[in-house]
C-alpha cells in the first residue's frame, strides 16, 4: 500500500481476494470441526485469524502524512467509503442486540430501524457535502472556522467528547462481552484484548488504516449476519431468502398468539402503539435518533475522505445501502426466532423431567451462560428447570415463565437451525468486527479532535508535522486505554450508553451545522449559545430523569431527550443571532463558497 | 479550474439547491412519519404475510430511503452541471 493509486485502481481485486480468502477460511475451518478439533480452537482461531488481518492491513497503512492520516488522502472511492460508514455506523448494538430488542418488543423497537437508516437522508442533503467542500478535519473544526474561532470549537470538542466517549464504552463493553462469551475469557482481559485489536488498526495509519479495515470488517460483518438467518429461511420455508419470506412467519406467529394456551394474554408481535404517550414516544425516538445519526462526528468524518463533494453525496447513498442490508434483516431474526420459541418451547410439558430433556438443546446451551431463564431461573439442565417449576407449581410453560436476554437472538440463530459450530464461530468474529470497527472510527474521532483541535489549532499552531503526527498517536492510545479502563468498570448496559449519545449530538450539533450552512445570518453568538442551550437541555432532562428522580415531561423517556433539545438549540441560535449584529462579509462569501461543489476546498493543507 | 458564478446565477443555483432540499425532506417526513401514522389502517392490508403497517416501517421506509439518497445525489448533481459548478 506505498503506492496509493495503484492501492485505490486495485481495489475491487483485493477485495474480492480477500472476500474469497475469508470464505475459504471458513470451509477449512468447517473440515477440521468435522474431523474433531474442539469447538473452543476453532473460535480462537476466528477471532485470532480475523483481528490478525485487520492488523495486517492497519500496518500496511501506516503513514507519515497528515491528510493521510486524518482523511485518507480523500482518495476514497464512494463505494468503498460507504462500506467503510457502514462498518463505522453498526456497532455492536447493531450487531447483535438490534435483533433482539425486536424479538422482545415488537413493533415499537421498529423505531431503531427507521431512526438510524433514515438519518442518512439528513446526512446527504443537509450536512454532508458541505463539510466536504470547506475540507475540515474534523467537526469541530468547521465550528471553529464558521463560528469565529475557539469558543464555538471547544463547544465542539466537549460535545464530541461525551458522545463519542459513551458510545466507545458501549463498544469496548461489547467487544469484552463477545470475546467472554466465544472464547471463555475473563472479561477484564477480553478488553483489553479487544483494545490491541482497535489500536493496531488505528494507531500507524490513522484514518486511512481504519478506513481499509472498517471495509475489511464490513464484509465479514455482514457476511456473519446473513448466512445464518438465510440457512434457517431455507430450512423453513425453502426459500433462502428471509427478509420476504418470514411475512408468512409472521401469520403464523398471530395465529399462535390467538389460538396457543401458553401465549394467553401475550402482548402481540406486531402490536402497535396503544396509547398518545406510546405513540409520542415512537415517534419522539424516531426523530432523535435520525437527527443524532445525522450529527455524530465519527459518522460525519467519513464523507471528508471522498474525493469530490459528488461523491460525499454518492458515498452517502452506499452507505446506507450497505446498513440497510443488515437492518432490514433484523426483523427476520426477531421473527424465525419468536416462532421456534412460540412453536417448539411455550406450551412445554414441566410436570416431568423427559419432557423438559426434549426441550430444544440451545435453551441449555444458552442457559449454561445465563441467557435463558425457565421459571425464573437460568436453564442450566433439566433438572434445575424440573426444581424451579415445581418450587413455583408451574406445570406448562407459559410466556410468563420463559425468558431470554435480548443479546441471544443472533447469537442462537445457529443452533437454532441446526448448524454446526462454524457457524456460530462466524457470528462472533462478526459480532467482533462490528463492535471493532465502530470503536476504530469513535476513537479516532476523539483522538482527531483531541490532537488536531485542541493540540494544533489552540496549543501549538506551528508544530511541525512529525510531532503533530507524534501527538495525535499518543492521544489515540491514551483516549483507548481510557476507554478500556471505564469500560472494565460495566458501566450500564451498551443501548443505554449509545442511546444516549444520539440525543446529545442531536441536540449540541445539528443545529449549528445545519444553520451554518443553510441560514448565513448565523452569527457566532447565536451558535454558540445554540449549542450550549441544546447540549444543556438535553443533558439536564437525561439526568434528572434518570438520576434524580424528576418525572418526565408529557411522558417522554430519556432515551429522547432530545425531543427537547433540538427545538431549543434551534430556537436559540435565531433568537440570539437576530439580537447579534450580522456576520462579515467576508464570512458569508465563506458560506456562499460552501455552497458550490467546485473549486478547492476551503481549508487545504500542504503536507 | 471551474468558473465563478455571478452573484445573480449563485443566487439561481442555490435557490434550485433549496428547492430539492425540500422535495427531499418533504419525502423523507412522509416516509419517516406521516405513513406510520396510518399503521393500523395499512395493517389491514397484507402482502406475502405482511401487514403493510408493519412492512413500510421494517423495509419499506428503508427502501425509500435508499432510492432518495441516490436520487438525490443524482439531481443534485445536475443542477451543479447546469451551473457549470460540479467538479471535474
Given at each position: 500500500m506505498?503506492?496509493?493509486?495503484?492501492?485505490?485502481?486495485?481495489?475491487?481485486?483485493?477485495y474480492?481476494?480477500y472476500?474469497?480468502?475469508?470464505?475459504?477460511?471458513?470451509?477449512?475451518?468447517?473440515?477440521?470441526?468435522?474431523?474433531?478439533?474442539?469447538?473452543?480452537?476453532?473460535?480462537?482461531?476466528?477471532v485470532f485469524f480475523t483481528i490478525g488481518i485487520y492488523a495486517l492491513i492497519g500496518i500496511l497503512s501506516r503513514t507519515?502524512?497528515?491528510?493521510e492520516y486524518y482523511v485518507a488522502g480523500?482518495?476514497v472511492?464512494?463505494?468503498y467509503n460507504g462500506m467503510a460508514t457502514a462498518a463505522d455506523w453498526m456497532s455492536a448494538a447493531s450487531f447483535i442486540?438490534?435483533?433482539?430488542?425486536?424479538?422482545?418488543?415488537?413493533?415499537?423497537?421498529?423505531?431503531?430501524?427507521?431512526?438510524?437508516?433514515?438519518?442518512?437522508?439528513?446526512?446527504?442533503?443537509?450536512?454532508?457535502?458541505?463539510?466536504?467542500?470547506?475540507?475540515?478535519y474534523t467537526v469541530?473544526?468547521?465550528?471553529?472556522?464558521?463560528?469565529?474561532?475557539?469558543?464555538?470549537?471547544?463547544?465542539?470538542?466537549?460535545?464530541l467528547f461525551?458522545c463519542s466517549f459513551s458510545y466507545i464504552l458501549g463498544q469496548i463493553t461489547g467487544t469484552g462481552i463477545i470475546a467472554?462469551?466465544?472464547?471463555?475469557?475473563?472479561?477484564?482481559?477480553a478488553v483489553f484484548v479487544g483494545l490491541v485489536g482497535i489500536l493496531v488498526c488505528s494507531m500507524l495509519g490513522g484514518m486511512r488504516a481504519v478506513t481499509w479495515t472498517q471495509v475489511a470488517q464490513y464484509i465479514v460483518l455482514i457476511?456473519a449476519?446473513?448466512?445464518?438467518?438465510?440457512?434457517?429461511?431455507?430450512?423453513?420455508?425453502?426459500?433462502?431468502?428471509?427478509?420476504?419470506?418470514?411475512?408468512?412467519?409472521?401469520?403464523?406467529?398471530?395465529?399462535?398468539?390467538?389460538?396457543?394456551?401458553?401465549?394467553?394474554?401475550?402482548?402481540?408481535?406486531?402490536?402497535?402503539?396503544?396509547?398518545?404517550?406510546?405513540?409520542?414516544?415512537?415517534?419522539?425516538?424516531?426523530?432523535?435518533?435520525?437527527?443524532?445519526?445525522?450529527?455524530l462526528p465519527h459518522v460525519l468524518m467519513r464523507f471528508f475522505t471522498?474525493?469530490?463533494?459528488?461523491?460525499?453525496?454518492?458515498s452517502?447513498?452506499?452507505a446506507?445501502?450497505f446498513i440497510?442490508?443488515l437492518?432490514?434483516?433484523?426483523?427476520?431474526?426477531?421473527?424465525?426466532?419468536?416462532?421456534?420459541?412460540?412453536?417448539?418451547?411455550?406450551?412445554?410439558?414441566?410436570?416431568?423431567?423427559?419432557?423438559?430433556?426434549?426441550?430444544?438443546?440451545?435453551?441449555?446451551?444458552?442457559?449454561?451462560?445465563?441467557?435463558?431463564?425457565?421459571?425464573?431461573?437460568?436453564?442450566?439442565?433439566?433438572?434445575?428447570?424440573?426444581?424451579?417449576?415445581?418450587?413455583?407449581?408451574?406445570?406448562?410453560?407459559?410466556?410468563?415463565?420463559?425468558?431470554?436476554?435480548?443479546?441471544?437472538?443472533?447469537?442462537?440463530?445457529?443452533?437454532?437451525?441446526?448448524?454446526?459450530?462454524?457457524?456460530?464461530?462466524?457470528?462472533?468474529a462478526g459480532g467482533l468486527a462490528a463492535a471493532l470497527s465502530t470503536a476504530d472510527g469513535l476513537l479516532l474521532a476523539i483522538a482527531n479532535a483531541l490532537s488536531h483541535?485542541?493540540?494544533?489549532?489552540?496549543?501549538?499552531?506551528?508544530?511541525?508535522?512529525?510531532?503533530?503526527l507524534?501527538?495525535a498517536r499518543t492521544l489515540l492510545v491514551v483516549v483507548a486505554v481510557l476507554g478500556a479502563?471505564v469500560a472494565?468498570?460495566?458501566?450500564?448496559?451498551i443501548?443505554?450508553l449509545v442511546?444516549?449519545a444520539?440525543?446529545?449530538?442531536?441536540?449540541?450539533?445539528?443545529?449549528?451545522?445545519?444553520?451554518?450552512?443553510?441560514?448565513?445570518?448565523?452569527?457566532?453568538?447565536?451558535?454558540?449559545?445554540?449549542?450550549?442551550?441544546?447540549?444543556?437541555?438535553?443533558?439536564?432532562?437525561?439526568?434528572?430523569?434518570?438520576?434524580?428522580?424528576?418525572?418526565?415531561?408529557?411522558?417522554?423517556?430519556?432515551?429522547?431527550?432530545?425531543?427537547?433539545?433540538?427545538?431549543?438549540?434551534?430556537?436559540?441560535?435565531?433568537?440570539?443571532?437576530?439580537?447579534?449584529?450580522?456576520?462579515?462579509?467576508?464570512?458569508?462569501?465563506?458560506?456562499?463558497?460552501?455552497?458550490?461543489?467546485?473549486?478547492?476546498?476551503?481549508?487545504?493543507?500542504?503536507? | 479550474?471551474?468558473?465563478?458564478?455571478?452573484?445573480?446565477?449563485?443566487?439561481?443555483?442555490?435557490?434550485?439547491?433549496?428547492?430539492?432540499?425540500?422535495?427531499?425532506?418533504?419525502?423523507?417526513?412522509?416516509?419517516?412519519?406521516?405513513?406510520?401514522?396510518?399503521?393500523?389502517?395499512?395493517?389491514?392490508?397484507?402482502?406475502?404475510?405482511?401487514?403493510?403497517?408493519?412492512?413500510?416501517?421494517?423495509?419499506?421506509?428503508?427502501?425509500?430511503?435508499?432510492?432518495?439518497?441516490?436520487?438525490?445525489?443524482?439531481?443534485?448533481?445536475?443542477?451543479?452541471?447546469?451551473?457549470?459548478?460540479?467538479?471535474?
Amino acid at each position: 500500500m506505498s503506492n496509493g493509486r495503484d492501492f485505490t485502481s486495485n481495489l475491487g481485486r483485493i477485495y474480492g481476494i480477500y472476500t474469497g480468502g475469508f470464505i475459504a477460511f471458513v470451509i477449512l475451518l468447517a473440515i477440521l470441526e468435522q474431523v474433531g478439533v474442539p469447538d473452543r480452537i476453532i473460535g480462537y482461531l476466528f477471532v485470532f485469524f480475523t483481528i490478525g488481518i485487520y492488523a495486517l492491513i492497519g500496518i500496511l497503512s501506516r503513514t507519515m502524512q497528515v491528510s493521510e492520516y486524518y482523511v485518507a488522502g480523500r482518495r476514497v472511492p464512494a463505494l468503498y467509503n460507504g462500506m467503510a460508514t457502514a462498518a463505522d455506523w453498526m456497532s455492536a448494538a447493531s450487531f447483535i442486540a438490534m435483533a433482539g430488542g425486536l424479538y422482545a418488543q415488537g413493533y415499537s423497537y421498529l423505531a431503531f430501524v427507521l431512526g438510524w437508516t433514515g438519518g442518512y437522508v439528513l446526512v446527504a442533503v443537509l450536512i454532508a457535502p458541505f463539510l466536504r467542500k470547506f475540507g475540515a478535519y474534523t467537526v469541530p473544526d468547521f465550528l471553529g472556522s464558521r463560528y469565529g474561532g475557539n469558543v464555538a470549537r471547544t463547544i465542539g470538542i466537549v460535545i464530541l467528547f461525551c458522545c463519542s466517549f459513551s458510545y466507545i464504552l458501549g463498544q469496548i463493553t461489547g467487544t469484552g462481552i463477545i470475546a467472554s462469551r466465544f472464547l471463555g475469557i475473563d472479561f477484564n482481559v477480553a478488553v483489553f484484548v479487544g483494545l490491541v485489536g482497535i489500536l493496531v488498526c488505528s494507531m500507524l495509519g490513522g484514518m486511512r488504516a481504519v478506513t481499509w479495515t472498517q471495509v475489511a470488517q464490513y464484509i465479514v460483518l455482514i457476511m456473519a449476519y446473513l448466512i445464518p438467518v438465510v440457512i434457517l429461511s431455507a430450512q423453513q420455508t425453502g426459500i433462502p431468502l428471509p427478509q420476504l419470506m418470514y411475512g408468512t412467519v409472521l401469520q403464523e406467529i398471530q395465529n399462535l398468539e390467538q389460538t396457543k394456551p401458553a401465549l394467553a394474554g401475550i402482548k402481540p408481535f406486531i402490536q402497535t402503539p396503544q396509547t398518545m404517550t406510546e405513540a409520542a414516544n415512537f415517534f419522539a425516538l424516531i426523530l432523535c435518533l435520525m437527527i443524532g445519526t445525522a450529527s455524530l462526528p465519527h459518522v460525519l468524518m467519513r464523507f471528508f475522505t471522498t474525493p469530490s463533494v459528488r461523491d460525499a453525496r454518492r458515498s452517502v447513498g452506499w452507505a446506507l445501502f450497505f446498513i440497510f442490508l443488515l437492518y432490514f434483516t433484523a426483523p427476520a431474526y426477531a421473527s424465525f426466532a419468536k416462532l421456534e420459541v412460540y412453536q417448539n418451547i411455550l406450551g412445554a410439558d414441566l410436570a416431568n423431567l423427559a419432557a423438559i430433556q426434549d426441550l430444544p438443546r440451545w435453551v441449555f446451551i444458552y442457559g449454561g451462560i445465563d441467557l435463558v431463564k425457565i421459571c425464573g431461573v437460568n436453564a442450566v439442565d433439566a433438572q434445575t428447570v424440573l426444581a424451579a417449576c415445581q418450587a413455583k407449581d408451574v406445570i406448562m410453560l407459559d410466556h410468563t415463565n420463559f425468558s431470554i436476554a435480548s443479546d441471544t437472538v443472533v447469537i442462537a440463530t445457529p443452533e437454532i437451525a441446526g448448524l454446526p459450530y462454524v457457524i456460530a464461530g462466524l457470528v462472533a468474529a462478526g459480532g467482533l468486527a462490528a463492535a471493532l470497527s465502530t470503536a476504530d472510527g469513535l476513537l479516532l474521532a476523539i483522538a482527531n479532535a483531541l490532537s488536531h483541535d485542541v493540540y494544533y489549532r489552540m496549543v501549538d499552531p506551528k508544530a511541525s508535522t512529525a510531532k503533530r503526527l507524534v501527538v495525535a498517536r499518543t492521544l489515540l492510545v491514551v483516549v483507548a486505554v481510557l476507554g478500556a479502563a471505564v469500560a472494565t468498570t460495566r458501566p450500564g448496559g451498551i443501548l443505554a450508553l449509545v442511546a444516549w449519545a444520539f440525543s446529545l449530538a442531536a441536540a449540541g450539533l445539528f443545529p449549528a451545522l445545519v444553520m451554518g450552512v443553510w441560514w448565513k445570518r448565523t452569527t457566532n453568538q447565536g451558535a454558540i449559545w445554540g449549542m450550549i442551550a441544546g447540549f444543556g437541555v438535553t443533558l439536564f432532562y437525561l439526568i434528572m430523569t434518570r438520576y434524580f428522580g424528576m418525572p418526565l415531561w408529557f411522558g417522554i423517556n430519556n432515551i429522547s431527550a432530545g425531543i427537547f433539545g433540538i427545538p431549543t438549540a434551534f430556537l436559540v441560535t435565531w433568537v440570539v443571532s437576530m439580537m447579534t449584529p450580522a456576520p462579515s462579509k467576508e464570512m458569508q462569501d465563506f458560506v456562499d463558497s460552501l455552497r458550490i461543489p467546485s473549486g478547492a476546498t476551503l481549508m487545504d493543507e500542504k503536507t | 479550474m471551474a468558473k465563478t458564478l455571478t452573484p445573480e446565477e449563485a443566487e439561481r443555483h442555490w435557490a434550485r439547491s433549496k428547492g430539492l432540499m425540500w422535495l427531499t425532506l418533504a419525502i423523507w417526513f412522509f416516509f419517516s412519519f406521516v405513513i406510520h401514522f396510518f399503521v393500523d389502517s395499512l395493517n389491514g392490508i397484507v402482502i406475502f404475510g405482511f401487514p403493510l403497517g408493519w412492512y413500510m416501517a421494517a423495509q419499506g421506509s428503508l427502501i425509500v430511503f435508499v432510492i432518495l439518497c441516490f436520487w438525490f445525489a443524482g439531481a443534485q448533481n445536475r443542477i451543479d452541471e447546469e451551473f457549470g459548478v460540479a467538479e471535474d
